[in-house]
């Protein structure tokens, strides 16, 4: 095997380069919130995925994919009586995910994460069936992303990986999100690295 081959094997787990691998910096954070990733199956191939990553940092969380035509995705299985589900939705036209929100409801969150582009991701939280008991959020305005590796066309744009870690922030903790931004930041400053490009710090 040629040292070109090497260079372009990729870690299973956190899908960086082997030489570039980021599993021992994963933090675990056993939450009450599940995270629920539905990517779209265009997305889930693509190296740059992000939010698979931080599904590895959370044990209590599920990927499923949508949009493959021999599979229907139904997600009515999580309407259930102990567990209030919220679908992170990327619009302007649903209420701002706040801590009061979450404290208005006491059973522990499922959060339903669209994954793919901002266009995708849209059309995938008006669209995706089994959801109708789930209430749609949106994260509040902040940063803008510290993804450098995609082009983002929406002002408002961020990796999956920037909302999961916010969205956890609000619901759980202000010390989850930092943890989870600390991976993010190592796994973009490592995948700009590999790509030649240098990794500025504010």
């Given amino acids: 095997?040629?040292?070109?081959a090497k260079r372009s094997e990729r870690c299973e787990r956190c899908r960086m380069h082997l030489e570039r691998c980021v599993c021992p910096a994963i933090p675990r954070y056993d939450l009450a919130t599940r995270v629920v990733l539905v990517m779209h199956h265009r997305e889930y191939p693509k190296p740059t995925a992000t939010g698979p990553l931080a599904l590895e940092a959370l044990p209590n969380s599920e990927l499923r994919i949508h949009g493959e035509r021999d599979s229907l995705l139904d997600l009515s299985d999580l309407?259930?009586?102990e567990r209030r589900t919220l679908l992170l939705y990327p619009g302007d036209d649903v209420p701002v995910l706040t801590r009061e929100l979450v404290e208005r409801d006491?059973?522990?969150v499922t959060l339903v994460v669209p994954d793919g582009t901002w266009r995708q991701a849209s059309r995938m939280g008006r669209r995706l069936p089994g959801l109708a008991h789930a209430e749609m959020v949106r994260l509040p305005e902040g940063l803008p992303t510290q993804w450098g590796v995609r082009r983002e066309h929406h002002p408002q744009g961020l990796a999956t990986f920037e909302a999961i870690a916010r969205a956890l922030g609000i619901?759980?903790?202000p010390a989850v999100q930092?943890?989870?931004e600390e991976l993010f930041r190592l796994m973009v400053q490592r995948t700009l690295e590999a790509g030649g490009r240098t990794v500025t710090s504010d």
């Fill in 178 to 180: 930092t943890g989870l």
């Fill in 171 to 173: 619901i759980e903790s």
């Fill in 1 to 4: 095997m040629g040292i070109r």
């Fill in 106 to 108: 006491p059973r522990p």
């Fill in 79 to 81: 309407a259930v009586p």
